[in-house]
């Protein structure tokens, strides 16, 4: 008799994802439109697999009941033929069944997992801000990989099952009514009786699981270079040692809990296995019913009274495995139900020839959960080529402005626009060719340096990549690496310095040609010397540009045409540079406190 399958109870973390965003079967259905036909032959391929397959019991009724008693060699090469042919075409019919649930399951999954990927990439900046990491790519990756699971396995397991133990059940009655009668009283308790034992083992497993991950945390933190330092600082070495001693030990009765949990099962099932065949054997042979049931029969019956064990199990999991995969739907469709906060405009509009003018009317940002507004009542226009400085303390929301020039948000009051047209209603590809950012988290991919620079323009020649190098003042550096443009950055640029990865990030951007550049504290973690090499760069790439420059250090701004200066997201002073440096206000009090120190 095959192992039963392994019994599962529902997990409360699905019970509560599908009780806070509840899943219409509907929907579910909506994901198989334009598969119809293949679940239809899905469907006729279960039925027929499980059909065919109780031939086999009937076949060796008829060996053992007539073909070897009467040495009849012709019903013997038949039923014997039938046999195999009955393997072979159940077979043969299981890899075509799975072959086709697969494609089908491949298919559904592009499909979302496509689907969340492009939803998400409308998602404002803040939606991966207030994200915790990794759980974006767990749903794309590991939810929809489950789907995998539900479409290819978990379905036709249902609908397999239910086949079986239908057919099955007829088959058995068509043997004999009276040992069917039998199982009905036999075989739910024995059923019930494994799967709690399995479900206990289960448990256990999942505690030592906990266990485990509990301790290889501790020994991930404890042995750590920075966990060492930590605990040598605070003395907290003995406090560690004592709480991986305690995790040890619990895992000591957890291991003893399993390993006796399953040897319960497996006796239990062993004692099962054996128990209804005899009490069939038993009825068989008692004199009120010998002689009723011939040996081929009894045989037969035998035989679809264990393989009927399995497709029970299963349908006891039903439940489970429903719940399980209606979360994994819930999960996903959670993603797709997003509304995006910067929505694409319903009627996008074209700006045939931008000129750059950067404008903000009465402009207010609250950040979701926020107590005050990032920015309040900001109007200020930068005229086509011209440049403004945005200074402040720290929190003042300055790169709060820069984020909105580049629609990285929408404003909660108030409009921005370029060349009058508000950014809300630009077309979202021709937006991010007006306006470049270059910030001080620079973001290189792990590819060589041509492939980071193709991706602000895909078609340039070697030439302009070369001539975009060389503005960004890190032509000579590049032509010294033995690869060259070929050379990978490495994860996140780490193969070059922090002044290095600027200097690529500006030439990506010139390579760009955006009429709108906005430099975001670009310099503000960067030593002197490297600050000097980049400010040369930048200012390359500003001229000719409408340029907003949130500024840190009050050095890089004197050459700016006007200086917007907030404190606590409001415009305290707008003016020159060296008017408001001799003002005696907000600004002037910037210059000198960096001056002194």
Known sequence: ???????????????????????????????????????IVVTVLIVATSVIGLGQPFLVREVVDVAIPRQDVRVLLWSVGGMVAVAVVTQ??????????ATLGQRVMHTLRTSVFTHLQRQSLGFFIRSRGGEVQSRIVNDVNGLNDVVTN?????????????????????????????????????????????????????????????????IEEGLSASGVRLAKTLGTDGRNAARFASTSSRLIDLELRAQLAGRWRMGTMQVVFATIPALVYLVAGLPGTGGVLTIG???????????????????????????????????????????????????????????????????????????????RHVSVTVPAGGSLAVVGRTGSGKSTLAALVARLYDPTQGIVTI???????????QLSRLVGVVSQETYLL??????????????????????????????????????GLDTVVGSRGHRFSGGEQQRLAVARTILRDPPVLVLDEATS??????EAALQSALEALARGRTTITIAHRMSTIADADAVLVLDAGEVVEQGRPRELAHSGGAFSMLVHAQQSV
């Open 92 to 101: 043969v019919l299981g890899i075509v069944q799975t072959w086709i649930s």
């Open 525 to 530: 973690a960067l030593d002197n010397a490297t």
């Open 419 to 429: 060349d009058g047209v508000d950014v809300r209603r630009i077309e979202g590809d």
């Open 297 to 375: 029969t009894l045989v037969a019956f035998v035989a679809l009274q264990s393989s009927v064990f399995r497709p029970l199990m299963g349908l006891l999991n039903v439940g489970a495995q429903v719940v399980s995969s209606m979360a994994l739907f819930s999960r996903i469709f959670e993603y797709l139900d997003l509304v995006p906060d910067v929505p694409a405009p319903t009627h996008p509009v074209r700006i045939r020839h931008p000129r750059g003018e950067v404008g903000l009317r009465d402009v207010s940002y609250r950040y979701a959960g926020a107590a005050r507004e990032a920015l």
């Open 154 to 218: 978990t379905a036709t397991s249902i609908a397999t099952n239910l086949t079986t133990t239908v057919a099955t059940a007829i088959a058995m009655v068509a043997l004999s009514w009276e040992l069917s009668l039998l199982t009905l009283v036999v075989m739910p308790p024995a059923v019930l009786l494994t799967r709690h034992v399995a479900l206990t083992r289960r448990a256990v497993m999942s505690e030592q699981q906990e266990a485990l991950a509990e301790l290889t945390t501790q």
């Open 1 to 39: 008799m095959p192992p039963p399958e392994r019994a599962r109870r529902i997990d409360p973390r699905d019970r509560a994802q599908l009780e806070a965003a509840p899943v219409p079967l509907r929907r579910v259905l909506s994901l198989f439109r334009g598969h119809e036909r293949d679940l």
């Open 446 to 483: 792990h590819t060589t340096i041509r492939e980071n620079l193709l991706l602000a323009r895909p078609d340039a020649s070697e030439v302009e990549l070369w001539a975009a190098l060389e503005a960004g003042q890190i032509a000579a550096h590049v032509a010294s690496l033995p690869d």
